[in-house]
Antibody
Framework: QVQLVESGGGVVQPGGSLRLSCAASGFTFSNFGMHWVRQAPGKGPEWVAFLRYDGDNKYYGDPVKGRFTISRDNSKNTLYLQMNSLRVEDTAVYYC???????????????WGQGTLVTVSS | DIQMTQSPSSLSASVGDRVTITCRASQSISTYLHWYKQEVGKAPKLLIETTSNLQFWVPSRFSGSGSGTEFTLTINNLQPEDFATYYCQQSYTTPLTFGQGTKLEIK
């Protein structure tokens, strides 16, 4: 079955960096665009970034633009999110989610991984 | 950015009731509106895509409708497993945006 498993979350100080990974299985990873979505405690989800199936065409939400980088390794069926210059307001559960197609950033999210918690605190 | 506003923010209902959740967009999004169900401690799960297309696992007591700026999620004959938080999301344009959620609680 289709499965997405995030890892790499943890506690980091403001200004620090963290790299999240999302391991995909049960489908042909290289055929699908992928998203990162986050959810702060007690809040609704917030879209973070999208990457096309081939690693080209990246899109970011304004709060993370210039600080976060989305990438993928199709040979390892893995999606990444490099997070630099982290802020307290980046504290959230980070989910990876699959897009329904290859290239369009404008899509719904299905399925989602179980999430990994990132806490930015001094 | 397109703002998505859900109402109500919370809703108390009984098993067997019919409930309607509304999602309004700050500009027209055609039918690019999707609904998710989130249970406590779990990831959101796609419930309905593109306004009215139910996912395979969703019972027929759920339905979605609307276009433009106003959309509704209706649940008939509420069951215990339906009590959760529901979110709408637009995919008309980036940034993709969500509503703030509607928490459906047992009365």
């Amino acid at each position: 079955q289709v499965q997405l498993v995030e890892s790499g979350g943890g506690v980091v100080q403001p200004g620090g960096s963290l790299r999240l990974s999302c391991a995909a299985s049960g489908f042909t990873f290289s055929n699908f665009g992928m998203h990162w979505v986050r959810q702060a405690p007690g809040k609704g989800p917030e879209w973070v970034a999208f990457l096309r199936y081939d690693g080209d065409n990246k899109y970011y939400g304004d709060p993370v633009k210039g600080r976060f980088t989305i990438s993928r390794d199709n040979s390892k069926n893995t999606l990444y999110l490099q997070m630099n210059s982290l802020r307290v307001e980046d504290t959230a559960v980070y989910y990876c989610a699959r897009a329904p197609g290859r290239g369009s950033s404008t899509s719904y999210f299905d399925p989602w991984g179980q999430g990994t918690l990132v806490t930015v605190s001094s | 950015d397109i703002q998505m506003t859900q109402s109500p923010s919370s809703l108390s209902a009984s098993v067997g009731d019919r409930v309607t959740i509304t999602c309004r967009a700050s500009q027209s999004i055609s039918t690019y509106l999707h609904w998710y169900k989130q249970e406590v401690g779990k990831a959101p799960k796609l419930l309905i895509e593109t306004t009215s297309n139910l996912q395979f696992w969703v019972p027929s007591r759920f339905s979605g409708s609307g276009s433009g700026t106003e959309f509704t999620l209706t649940i008939n004959n509420l069951q215990p497993e339906d009590f959760a938080t529901y979110y709408c999301q637009q995919s008309y344009t980036t940034p993709l945006t969500f509503g703030q959620g509607t928490k459906l609680e047992i009365k």
